[in-house]
């Protein structure tokens, strides 16, 4: 059974995931495969949001978790950490707002928002992966 202390894992896998799934749905849409791009990030999206659950559940018990490490790599974590917070709560809203436009058949408008949408999620993705391995991992801990 999952336990609270597994969800740090669990959301980095699911970090993992959808940016594999990101960039394999970008891949298909530029070789015009239109079903394996829209697996692909309906997909992105519904792990994006089990990831979002799991996190909120994670920090409803355990809080803020402190990062313990000193020196150069103190700030460049917490560079890493504010860009990827502030950009997380973007994601959502453009992720939404451009499933939408797809799903309405609106490709003009869905074409012009997944241009921003997808570097912005994918940045989130990756360096949600990158925080994991920062403050559970890495020999600074």
Not at 32 to 46: D, E, N, P, Q
Not at 83 to 109: C, D
Request: charged share 10%; net charge positive.
């Amino acid at each position: 059974m999952l336990e609270i202390r597994d969800l740090p894992i669990l959301n980095a896998t699911l970090n993992g995931t959808s940016a594999i799934l990101l960039v394999t749905g970008y891949s298909f849409i530029r070789k015009k495969k239109i079903l394996g791009h829209k697996i692909c990030m309906i997909a992105a999206f519904v792990i994006s949001m089990v990831f979002l659950t799991s996190y909120l559940v994670y920090h409803y018990h355990v809080g803020n978790v402190r990062f313990k490490g000193q020196g150069f790599i103190r700030p460049a974590y917490f560079s890493i950490l504010i860009s990827h917070t502030i950009l997380a709560g973007l994601v959502p809203f453009l992720a939404i707002t451009t499933l939408t436009y797809a799903f309405k058949g609106n490709f003009v408008k869905h074409q012009r928002i997944a241009r921003v949408t997808l570097p912005i999620w994918l940045y989130v993705s990756v360096t949600g992966v990158v925080v994991f391995w920062m403050l559970y991992l890495s020999p600074w801990r």
